[in-house]
């Protein structure tokens, strides 16, 4: 089983960063690809990167909804099994539940808890 565990979220101020990490255990080598989605009071779910990591480097081929298009960047980090998500120039708009989810080669697959981002005006 995969096990994924979210952190980073908090209150920022609009045109502030944060980093948000997500980091799997257990059965790490079913996971071919990361994805960070987030959910608004009375919205659905929406996908907003996601990043392949079936290589054995860092690199892992990138995805972003336009809507974070050039302010967030998806990574992963192979060393501490963690996927980072950077975001810069946050928007109220942005404020959310972010979710990290890993889809695995055989199976549904796995949420973490989420984190709160706030974004301030």
Known sequence: QVQLVESGGGLVQAG???????????????INAMGWYRQAPGKQRELI?????????????????DSVKGRF????????????????????????????????DYGPGVWGQGTQVTVSS
């Open 73 to 104: 960047t998806i990574s992963r980090d192979m060393a501490k099994n963690t996927v980072n998500l950077q975001m810069n120039s946050l928007k109220p708009e942005d404020t959310a539940a972010y979710y990290c989810k890993a889809t695995l």
């Open 49 to 65: 990167a996601t990043i392949t990591t079936t290589g054995r480097t860092n690199y892992g081929r990138t995805n972003y909804a």
């Open 16 to 30: 502030g960063s944060l980093r948000l990490s997500c980091a799997a255990s257990g059965s790490i080598f079913s």
